[in-house]
């Protein structure tokens, strides 16, 4: 594995996956998400693993999909790779996934860490959407995730202005459930994933899939909607244009087309 480090038994049946491409605040890119889809499936089907954290680095949970990868992409190319197979993974994992999130969760880092089952995060953590910023939306739930986590307003602003919440923010929010000093966002993590991990596996997976059930039905047709979205900037000049500009750090010129 080059961009995650798995730890199997950071604490007994508890399980710690990090990301790890830090010079570029782990962002993720397709391989990444392949060796995280395969850490998922393994640590899924591990009886000595009870809880999975999923967590980055000080600076970085992740700042996105990797940019690089998509700014020249077409929609159809998009459209044909389909890469949405290792995000369902996270999705369809059968055990609580805390998100440890630390400094950046934008774009697909946002949506990963709200993918997760709750998010415990330091105080550095700023949450936020910003594919407006670069000619796109977000295409791995966060229109859906967002919204049913902090309600429409809210969304609509972070959503549309691309602004960042700060820990606290998202926290008094909803979309983060314990915030913490850098120093100790980790270990309380881990602590919460203990206490999860001493009772019984079978009633916690049923739980985390009842309560997923509450608005699973709704959640897939959202996301069907939101990949077509999503594929569909990739049509425009725009994203063609706001990637381009990210990739060359200027400012983007919008034109509508
Ligand atoms: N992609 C690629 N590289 C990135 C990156 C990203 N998302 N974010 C940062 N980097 C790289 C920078 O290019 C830079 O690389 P070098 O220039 O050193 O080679 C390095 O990381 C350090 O970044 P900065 O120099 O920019 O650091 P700063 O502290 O000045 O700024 C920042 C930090 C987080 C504010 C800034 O890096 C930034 O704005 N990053 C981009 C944030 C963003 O726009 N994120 C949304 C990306 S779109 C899908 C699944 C998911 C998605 C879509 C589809 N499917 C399955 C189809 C999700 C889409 C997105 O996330």
Redesign the pocket.
């Known amino acids: 594995m080059n961009f995650i480090k798995v730890t199997e038994q950071v604490e007994p049946f508890v399980a710690l996956i990090e990301l790890n491409r830090p ?3 782990n ?3 397709h391989e990444l ?1 392949g060796e995280l889809h395969q850490a998922l499936v393994q640590l899924d089907a591990n009886e000595a693993v009870r809880v999975i954290i999923l967590t980055g680095n000080e ?2 949970f ?9 700014a020249d992409k077409t929609a159809i190319e ?1 459209v044909m ?4 197979k ?2 369902d993974q996270i999705k369809n994992t059968k055990k609580p996934i805390i998100g440890a999130v630390s400094g ?1 969760a ?6 990963l860490a709200m993918t997760c089952d709750m998010i415990v995060a330091s105080e550095t953590a ?1 949450f ?4 407006v ?2 000619g ?1 939306i ?3 739930g ?1 229109t859906q995730r967002m919204t049913y986590a902090i309600g429409k307003a809210k969304s609509m602003e972070l959503i549309l202005s ?1 602004r ?1 919440l700060t820990a606290n923010e998202a926290q008094s929010y909803g979309l983060v459930n314990h915030v913490f000093p850098l120093e100790t966002y980790l270990i309380e993590a881990i602590k919460l994933a203990k206490e999860i991990a001493s009772y019984s596996p079978i009633a916690v997976q049923l739980a985390k899939e009842a309560i997923n059930h509450t608005f699973e039905t709704h959640l897939e047709e959202g996301l069907a909607f939101e ?1 077509k979205s ?2 569909l900037t990739f049509a425009s000049n725009d994203q063609k244009e706001g ?1 381009k500009a ?2 060359e ?1 200027r400012t983007p010129s919008y034109t509508g087309k």
């Open positions: 010079k570029e605040l962002a993720l890119n998400m600076k970085a992740a700042a996105g999909a990797d940019v690089k990868q998509m998009m790779e389909d890469r949405f290792t995000w950046f934008l774009g697909g880092g946002c949506e700023k936020g959407q910003p594919e910023r670069i796109t977000p295409g791995a966060g691309g960042f990949r999503f594929y990637m990210f990739i750090k």
